[in-house]
């Protein structure tokens, strides 16, 4: 009984959804990375027939744990922001809310991308493999389809790093380092958001436009995510 009490008392009931968070949060990044890291890269390497047979058995499969662990990573993320919403932004704690609001937003938009883009393009790859398999021509719509999923994961993977950074930073970095300059901060984080998503999805430069020429090696993930959450965080520190 007492386990039980503290278990439905309010830390106990954000402790649990904490830790499903992270169960969730660790399936739906490392699948994120297995994709940009091992996958994509490896594929070129690959027969043909080996390639597609490995696109019709195993990548359904590892999509499914992708996009559903990412709903469910949000599912519970929203509902511990929501629960503890008046902990996270009361007098001498408005710095956390901001370092998770960003974060989520990160978040929130990696989520749109893996339903509305990754998901919807890699089911016409997928199609198309079984197809070949099945000795039917090639769909000409793989190519582009393809190639916009691609770019979608990549965009997620590099905003999975300043997303981490924030996420983990509330429990320690974040809360210590007094009031930043909240609204400069959220204009540099929404400039980057809107910025690398709307290259993306091609609205600047087209799907081969300049900002998207990065990111055709996996390796520039780091390159590029890596020094934006270190202007993010340097910005914060020199604000403080």
Known sequence: MVIANALFSK???LWFLSWWHVIFGVCWIGLLYYFNF???PSF????AAHRN??????VPRALWYFRWSALATAVTGLAMLGWNASGYFTDGAEEVGHAITMGAL???VMLGNVWLVIWPNQKIVIENARGLLAGNPADPAA???GRRALLASRTNAIF???MLMFMTGTNGYFNTTGKPSIPLLWIVVL???VVLELSALGYIGGMEGPLTKPLASHKNIVHIGVPIALVILILWQITT
């Open 11 to 13: 830390s106990g009931g």
């Open 38 to 40: 091992v996958q994509v």
């Open 44 to 47: 070129p390497t690959m027969e």
């Open 53 to 58: 047979g490995a696109i019709d058995k195993l």
């Open 106 to 108: 990160f978040g929130l």
């Open 143 to 145: 190519a582009g389809a």
């Open 160 to 162: 999975s790093i300043s």
């Open 191 to 193: 400039a980057v958001i």
